[in-house]
């Protein structure tokens, strides 16, 4: 089966089905896990403070549960995303996606940038959940994401992503190309961030992501199957 064959066949299982924006209710979670289960999405991505109620809603299900640390800026403390992670863990967290510190990138501090992701990596990987390192390309230069890339590439998270969706841009097929052509099949690459239409889904796919973050998963699957 080539990669156009297997889309075709899973696309509902490269989404995290995620809402993220400040002001979300309990109405809305109710209704993006009843989404996640109706579509069998890969996961739901919530903020932390939702990951109890959507346990419970996805009770039975194989559907994971994701939340988001250190975001959306990343400038938390090496110590206060740890306490998070923890926090999330005996919530019931399936899968993290961490914003590394960008203000560390900026200062070309990548000493503090490698040791922060072995933490909350090797954490990860004790408590056998997934890490994601959302590395925010659009206030990156080529040569800053080349040297996160590589240090993503030595450490081995399961997942390098895009954006937050927060910042000046999201997902773009020149970055995800890039960081597939750095960590090659060490690391996969979840795109995120204006993911909004079947298009756009299959170009980030093409380019070398397994995985997509959007709030547009039922639209991106309704339009598929008018295909």
Same mark, same amino acid.
């Given at each position: 089966?080539?990669? +156009?064959?297997?889309?075709?066949?899973?696309?509902?299982?490269?989404?995290?089905?995620?809402?993220?924006?400040?002001?979300?209710?309990?109405?809305?979670?109710?209704?993006?896990?009843?989404?996640?289960?109706?579509?069998?999405?890969? #996961?739901?991505?919530?903020?932390?403070?939702?990951?109890?109620?959507?346990?419970?809603? %996805?009770?039975?299900?194989?559907?994971?549960? /994701?939340?988001?640390?250190?975001?959306?800026? /990343?400038?938390?403390?090496?110590?206060?995303?740890?306490?998070?992670?923890?926090?999330?863990?005996?919530?019931?967290?399936?899968?993290?996606?961490?914003?590394?510190?960008?203000?560390?990138? +900026?200062?070309?501090?990548?000493?503090?940038?490698?040791?922060?992701?072995?933490?909350?990596?090797?954490?990860?990987?004790?408590?056998?959940?997934?890490?994601?390192?959302?590395?925010?390309?659009?206030?990156?230069?080529? #040569?800053?994401?080349?040297?996160? %890339? &590589?240090?993503?590439?030595?450490?081995?998270?399961?997942?390098?992503?895009?954006?937050?969706?927060?910042?000046?841009?999201?997902?773009?097929? &020149?970055?995800?190309?890039?960081?597939?052509?750095?960590?090659?099949?060490?690391? +996969?690459?979840?795109? #995120?961030? /204006?993911?909004?239409?079947?298009?756009?889904?299959?170009?980030?796919?093409?380019?070398?992501?397994?995985?997509?973050?959007?709030?547009?998963?039922?639209?991106?699957?309704? &339009?598929? /199957?008018?295909?």
């Amino acid at each position: 089966m080539d990669l +156009k064959e297997k889309v075709e066949k899973m696309i509902e299982k490269y989404i995290d089905h995620t809402l993220l924006k400040a002001n979300v209710t309990n109405e809305e979670i109710e209704k993006l896990c009843e989404e996640a289960i109706t579509y069998n999405f890969k #996961s739901v991505m919530v903020n932390p403070n939702y990951i109890q109620r959507c346990k419970q809603l %996805l009770k039975g299900t194989e559907i994971k549960i /994701g939340t988001v640390i250190g975001f959306p800026l /990343g400038q938390n403390t090496v110590e206060v995303k740890v306490f998070e992670i923890l926090d999330a863990l005996e919530k019931g967290v399936d899968e993290i996606d961490y914003v590394l510190n960008i203000s560390e990138v +900026k200062n070309q501090n990548f000493a503090y940038i490698e040791e922060e992701m072995e933490m909350i990596v090797n954490l990860c990987r004790e408590k056998q959940i997934i890490s994601k390192v959302i590395i925010e390309t659009c206030y990156l230069t080529e #040569s800053e994401k080349i040297k996160v %890339l &590589e240090i993503i590439k030595q450490i081995k998270p399961d997942f390098v992503k895009t954006s937050t969706g927060f910042g000046t841009g999201g997902a773009e097929i &020149e970055d995800v190309k890039l960081m597939k052509r750095i960590v090659g099949e060490t690391v +996969k690459v979840k795109a #995120s961030g /204006g993911i909004r239409d079947l298009i756009r889904f299959e170009e980030m796919i093409k380019a070398g992501a397994t995985r997509i973050g959007t709030s547009s998963g039922v639209k991106i699957i309704i &339009e598929k /199957g008018h295909n």
